[in-house]
């Protein structure tokens, strides 16, 4: 299984696919020997998907090879005589024959079935590595067997639709869905995972905001599309944006990339590129007056200046929010890495009520893990545990409620929170019961 350096094998192979339409656009400026070693680049891209096993990067490859493909031949069919086409088929293609396409598909399928092979054959000479071959098949065995028990996706939506109906106009507000879930008696079978997301933007959208807010954001952005009418769009810098786009929309319907840097990024690129843009100065017709040519220079210039503005502001956030990072990360590294004046106390310079409130629920589960459970500090751990359980729901965090509780003499709320860490967390409860810390 590949994941390159993002340690998740989906999101790698939505980077490979964002990849596959950028080389498109690419094949669409070069010229043959370019064209040439494009497709060898995509035949790479394409290796890389198979090897990463990812469902969810051959939807995207076969999303690719099916709009990519309808385009290619589109663009060479027979023109009627007389049509109005500008250039008609005699202006040379941007995209490969549609034949490539078919061979992409038939590529990933033999290197599917190949990698298996040569991974157990490069692993036979080293220890260990009779199995290394075998994470190649998940993806067919996932396909055809599904999820292990508890973690089936199916199931995590099951138990968000039924999130979604005990508060369908409101949800549980933004960044609840994890306590939602800890809290939750459901009728059946439970995800037995942390549930932070729900895996599905519209359905993460109404499960924390509620349905009305999902049905207007997600209505709006396909308004949006529908009224831009990417399927008539011919330049192929926009059709790249649109392509990328779809990679991340797909992905985010059984996942959430757009909770990660590198996909907001792109994301934000792409509307960037497809907002419609004011006309410039250069734009000016050539019988305009000189009145109207030098208001529109002073707009111009008006909107570089407020482009400067936003930059400046923009990297004096960016700069504050990466010292804050480097704070607040001090507790969670070891202490041979740490800074000089953090290794012995990481936690004495953090303030998640002040400076640090950008990352104050790290800085909360930093001093709740490290602060020691003592009867002079239990009010202190009881306040942090209660404040961190919204943000991450795990055993340690409810065994130190739990203990912390009853250390004031809050039987009820121990009792409560006991039943919850059985009911969620059974293997956690039985090392609670036989004394032992959680995992």
Same mark, same amino acid.
């Given at each position: 299984m590949?994941?390159?350096?993002?340690?998740q094998?989906n999101?790698f192979?939505?980077?490979?696919?964002m990849?596959l339409?950028a080389l498109?656009w690419a094949?669409?400026?070069?010229g043959?020997?370019g064209?040439?070693?494009l497709l060898?680049?995509?035949?790479?891209l394409?290796?890389?998907?198979?090897?990463?096993?990812?469902?969810t990067?051959l939807?995207?490859l076969?999303?690719?090879a099916?709009?990519?493909g309808?385009m290619?031949w589109?663009?060479r069919?027979?023109?009627?005589?007389g049509s109005?086409v500008?250039g008609g088929n005699?202006?040379?293609?941007?995209?490969?024959?549609p034949?490539w396409?078919l061979?992409a598909?038939?590529?990933?399928a033999l290197?599917?079935?190949a990698?298996?092979?040569?991974?157990v054959m490069?692993?036979?000479?080293?220890?260990g590595?009779?199995s290394?071959?075998a994470d190649?098949?998940?993806m067919l065995t996932?396909?055809?067997e599904g999820a292990?028990?508890?973690?089936s996706?199916w199931l995590?939506?099951h138990?968000v639709?039924?999130?979604?109906a005990?508060r369908?106009?409101?949800g549980?507000?933004?960044?609840q869905?994890?306590l939602?879930?800890?809290?939750?008696?459901?009728?059946?079978?439970?995800?037995?995972e942390?549930l932070?997301?729900?895996?599905n933007?519209?359905l993460?959208?109404?499960?924390?905001?509620?349905?009305?807010?999902a049905?207007l954001?997600?209505?709006?952005?396909v308004?949006m599309?529908?009224a831009?009418?990417p399927?008539?769009?011919?330049?192929p810098?926009q059709?790249?944006a649109?392509g990328?786009?779809a990679?991340?929309v797909?992905?985010s319907l059984?996942?959430?990339p757009?909770w990660?840097?590198?996909?907001?990024l792109?994301f934000g690129l792409c509307?960037?590129m497809l907002?419609?843009?004011?006309r410039r100065a250069c734009d000016?017709?050539?019988?305009?007056?000189?009145a109207s040519?030098a208001?529109l220079? +002073?707009q111009?210039?008006? #909107? &570089?200046? =407020?482009?400067?503005?936003?930059? /400046?502001a923009?990297?004096?956030?960016?700069?504050y !929010?990466g010292w804050s990072?480097?704070?607040?990360?001090?507790p969670?590294?070891p202490a041979a890495?740490?800074l000089?004046?953090?290794r012995d106390?990481?936690l004495a310079?953090?303030?998640?009520d002040? +400076?640090?409130?950008l990352? #104050? &629920?790290? =800085?909360?589960f930093?001093e709740l /893990?490290l602060?020691?459970?003592t009867?002079q500090t !239990?009010?202190?751990?009881?306040?942090?545990?209660?404040?961190?359980?919204a943000?991450s729901?795990?055993?340690r965090?409810?065994?130190?409620?739990i203990?912390?509780a009853?250390l004031?003499?809050?039987?009820?709320?121990?009792?409560f929170?006991l039943?919850r860490?059985?009911v969620?967390?059974?293997?956690?409860?039985?090392?609670w019961?036989?004394?032992?810390?959680p995992?």
């Amino acid at each position: 299984m590949a994941y390159g350096n993002l340690r998740q094998r989906n999101q790698f192979a939505t980077l490979l696919s964002m990849g596959l339409v950028a080389l498109l656009w690419a094949h669409g400026r070069a010229g043959a020997r370019g064209r040439r070693g494009l497709l060898a680049a995509g035949a790479l891209l394409i290796a890389g998907l198979a090897a990463s096993t990812s469902r969810t990067g051959l939807l995207q490859l076969g999303v690719i090879a099916t709009g990519a493909g309808w385009m290619a031949w589109r663009e060479r069919r027979p023109v009627e005589p007389g049509s109005a086409v500008p250039g008609g088929n005699l202006m040379r293609p941007l995209l490969p024959h549609p034949g490539w396409f078919l061979g992409a598909l038939a590529l990933y399928a033999l290197l599917s079935w190949a990698l298996p092979w040569s991974a157990v054959m490069v692993a036979s000479f080293r220890a260990g590595g009779e199995s290394a071959g075998a994470d190649f098949q998940g993806m067919l065995t996932r396909l055809r067997e599904g999820a292990p028990l508890g973690h089936s996706r199916w199931l995590l939506w099951h138990n968000v639709l039924w999130l979604i109906a005990q508060r369908p106009w409101t949800g549980w507000g933004w960044g609840q869905l994890s306590l939602a879930h800890y809290l939750a008696e459901y009728p059946g079978p439970r995800f037995v995972e942390i549930l932070d997301n729900a895996h599905n933007l519209p359905l993460h959208l109404a499960v924390e905001l509620g349905i009305p807010a999902a049905v207007l954001i997600c209505g709006a952005f396909v308004w949006m599309v529908v009224a831009a009418r990417p399927w008539q769009e011919r330049d192929p810098a926009q059709l790249m944006a649109w392509g990328v786009l779809a990679m991340i929309v797909l992905h985010s319907l059984v996942e959430y990339p757009l909770w990660y840097g590198p996909f907001q990024l792109v994301f934000g690129l792409c509307l960037g590129m497809l907002w419609p843009g004011r006309r410039r100065a250069c734009d000016v017709p050539h019988d305009a007056g000189a009145a109207s040519i030098a208001v529109l220079q +002073r707009q111009a210039a008006r #909107a &570089r200046w =407020a482009a400067r503005l936003t930059a /400046a502001a923009l990297l004096a956030v960016v700069a504050y !929010a990466g010292w804050s990072y480097v704070r607040v990360s001090q507790p969670f590294l070891p202490a041979a890495e740490r800074l000089a004046g953090w290794r012995d106390d990481p936690l004495a310079p953090l303030d998640p009520d002040g +400076r640090d409130w950008l990352f #104050a &629920r790290q =800085a909360r589960f930093a001093e709740l /893990a490290l602060t020691p459970l003592t009867p002079q500090t !239990a009010a202190r751990v009881h306040a942090l545990a209660q404040a961190t359980l919204a943000f991450s729901p795990e055993p340690r965090v409810v065994v130190k409620l739990i203990d912390s509780a009853r250390l004031l003499g809050l039987e009820q709320e121990a009792q409560f929170h006991l039943e919850r860490l059985r009911v969620v967390y059974p293997e956690a409860y039985a090392r609670w019961l036989a004394g032992k810390p959680p995992v």
